[in-house]
């Protein structure tokens, strides 16, 4: 089991950037796939991101490749997610979540982080 604590978000102007991260604890991190979700009010929660265990293959929503990138260091058991060219659609509760196996699929995230509220205003 991996304990998940995100942090980093707040308030953004659109076009600006933010970073935010999830800080783990437990042994399994550095061999856990990870991934990044979000919901908007009234809304499904929703892929985002995902990186494998080491970091070499990651993926990217369609609505956010290219402006966001996922990234992860297992010395630091911490997980990032660089946010870029921000707009107010992408305003949201960001999970990060940790996996078995490097997947796009909320059902397969067995351990979730409490949520780190981003808004970005217009």
């Known amino acids: 089991q991996v304990q998940l604590v995100e942090s980093g978000g707040g308030l953004v102007q659109a076009g600006g950037s933010l970073r935010i991260s999830c800080a783990a604890s437990g042994r399994t991190f550095s061999s856990s796939a990870m991934g990044w979700f979000r919901q908007a009010p009234g809304k499904e929660r929703e892929f985002v991101a995902a990186?494998?265990?080491?970091?070499?293959?990651?993926a990217h929503a369609d609505s956010v490749k290219g402006r966001f990138t996922i990234s992860r260091d297992n010395a630091k058991n911490t997980l990032y997610l660089q946010m870029n060219r921000l707009k107010p659609e992408d305003t949201a509760v960001y999970y990060c979540?940790?996996?078995?196996?490097?997947?796009?699929?909320?059902?397969?995230?067995?351990?979730w982080g409490q949520g780190t509220q981003v808004t970005v205003s217009s």
């Open positions: 990186i494998t265990w080491s970091g070499s293959n990651t």
């Open positions: 979540a940790a996996s078995s196996s490097f997947t796009t699929l909320r059902s397969l995230y067995h351990d």
